[in-house]
């Protein structure tokens, strides 16, 4: 196959930086590596192993986040003095580096930075760099041309085949347990199913019945886990005037004690401010910031709900899993089903994904990856 | 009263760690490290039963049962189709490469037909 020549115009690091990874040499390559990649606006999960066979050479949930490091750093501060950081190690060093989220609200929002960091998840899936790497890109419900194309320029010549799928739908894939299919009371979630998948920039709502969910299958809202540390921060700065408290705190508060449904009071939060520790009662800010999540949601549910033939609805309200950061938020589960059940919806079941949510796309991904026939795999092109 | 989860039990030893040998008798910033540090094994571990678990179906379809996370169950009728691990090859009516394909004639109508904004 043709090996993809980098487009210049698209690796623009910031001034002074150059990339931690060199840019691959022409390829003698023997070796194929398939990839599921879940690239998320918080956190990324990338899982790799060699084709043909099922082995699992590499399995790694990090921040989504490049940290170039600020120009006289003395030698030593940074290990290997490198000159970019990524993931963990980028917020490790935070007071040394420019940190750059590449994506926002599902989308690439840093070119150069997602280009960085594509090159990193390459030297992590193939540290040699000759191999061949296909890789399956899990990528928002209904995301436009314009942000597809973004994410092929991004990974011209640091990928070789692509396919961007659908996260909802590589969600059911990759929740789909494959030993039971065919059991008795087992239920393919790839059959009928409806997937809330609820990330840090985007909600998105999936029903997956048992062909690839058309755009009427989807829906995605601009409104998830960074929306409501909008609200809260907001929320605490009108109560707390000057409190000093980061979006990354507020993160950590909510990701601690947020809920859905009934204010829940009292929530005692210790935090520092002006270095000093107060108790904050954050009953009320955290169920209203949180509970916009609902009424956001709750509308797209319905109307998927709705679309649904008379035939499958039954089944489909049975089988309806939030997935993502925001499956996290305490009661999410209940309040969901408790509204489509007082809404009239028939004995609606909404469930959880459970802990391992931050994997299921990514596991979805690869299995995409290993199925995927020859002819399905898109070449990148300049 | 019993802890309803893990996590609950873990919060409980927790609390009764520092009652009896003070707030500051463990690390925070070393407990959360060892806390994501076995989170991530036992992910690592769940990845690892999961595509394990998908391979050896694969190899004996009719005999073996594993799951690596008990996942929910609902009643309904069974597909009439066993379904093995998926494969480039597989021709099963739920395959996932039949899915890629709706897929990519899916975008392939949406370029002749842009779509809804
Ligand atoms: N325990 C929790 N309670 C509430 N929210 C949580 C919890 N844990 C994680 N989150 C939130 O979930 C969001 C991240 O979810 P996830 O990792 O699925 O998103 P992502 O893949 O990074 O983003 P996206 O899918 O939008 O691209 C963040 O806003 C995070 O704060």
Same mark, same amino acid.
């Given at each position: ?54 082995? =699992? ?27 970019? =950081? ?297 | ?9 873990? #919060? ?14 463990? %690390?925070? %910033?070393?407990?959360?490290? *060892? ?8 992910? %690592?571990?769940?990845? *690892? ?6 391979? #050896? ?36 009516? #739920?395959? *996932?490469? %039949? ?19």
């Amino acid at each position: 196959m043709s090996t993809p020549v980098i487009a210049d115009k698209n690796v623009s690091t910031p001034a002074a930086q150059t990339p931690s990874s060199p840019v691959r040499p022409v390829k003698t390559t023997s070796k194929t590596m398939l990839a599921g990649f879940d690239l998320g606006t918080n956190k990324s999960c990338i899982l790799a192993g060699p084709a043909g066979s099922n082995d =699992l050479a590499l399995s790694k949930v990090l921040p989504t986040v490049v940290g170039y490091v600020k120009e006289g750093i003395v030698d030593g501060i940074i290990a290997g003095n490198a000159t970019i =950081l990524f993931g963990e190690e980028a917020l490790n060093n935070m007071l040394h580096v420019d940190l750059i989220a590449p994506i926002a609200e599902g989308v690439i929002a840093h070119p150069a930075a997602t280009r960085d960091f594509f090159q990193r998840i390459r030297s992590l899936i193939d540290p040699t760099g000759l191999a061949e790497i296909r890789i399956v890109v899990g990528i928002p419900a209904n995301t436009s041309d314009k942000a597809r194309e973004d994410i092929r320029q991004c990974s011209l010549g640091i990928f070789d085949r692509i396919l961007l799928v659908p996260e909802p739908f590589l969600s059911a894939l990759g929740f789909r347990d494959d030993t039971r299919i065919g059991q008795n009371g087992y239920v393919d979630p790839v059959t009928n199913s409806l997937f809330i998948d609820i990330g840090g920039g985007t909600s998105d709502l999936c029903r997956v019945q048992g062909c690839f969910p058309s755009r009427e299958d989807q829906i995605c809202i601009p409104f998830a886990g960074d929306a409501i540390d909008e609200i809260l921060h907001n929320e605490l700065n009108r109560l707390y005037p000057n409190n000093g408290l980061s979006r990354h705190k507020v993160r950590e508060i909510k990701e601690a004690h947020a809920y859905v449904g009934p204010v829940r009071k009292p929530i005692d939060v210790r935090v520092i401010m002006g270095g000093k520790a107060h108790m904050l009662e954050l009953g009320e800010a955290l169920g209203r910031a949180a509970n916009t999540l609902i009424e956001k949601i709750y509308p797209a549910l319905t109307t998927l709900i709705a679309r649904a033939s008379s035939d499958s609805v039954t089944t489909l309200l049975q089988n309806i899993i939030v997935t993502g950061g925001g499956s996290q938020i305490k009661g999410i589960d209940a309040v969901l089903q408790k509204r489509l059940t007082d809404d009239g919806f028939e004995s609606p079941k909404v469930k959880l994904a459970g802990l391992d949510y931050k994997r299921y796309v990514a596991i979805g991904a690869l299995k995409a990856a290993r199925a995927a026939r020859e002819n399905q795999w898109q070449y990148l092109l300049t | 009263m019993t802890p309803a989860t893990a996590e609950e039990e873990f #919060l409980q030893a927790l609390t009764s760690v520092r009652a009896t040998y003070g707030i500051t008798s463990i %690390d925070e %910033d070393a407990l959360k490290e *060892i806390v994501a540090t076995e989170g991530n094994r036992v992910a %690592d571990a769940f990845v *690892i039963a999961e595509l394990i678990a998908s391979r #050896l179906a694969a190899q004996q379809p009719a005999t073996i049962s594993i799951s690596a996370t008990p996942k929910t169950s609902i009643s309904k009728p069974p597909p009439s189709a066993p379904t093995t691990f998926p494969t480039g090859n597989s021709s099963s009516p #739920l395959s *996932i490469a %039949d899915f890629i394909d709706g897929m990519l004639s899916q975008e392939k109508r949406d370029v002749h037909q842009p779509a809804h904004p």
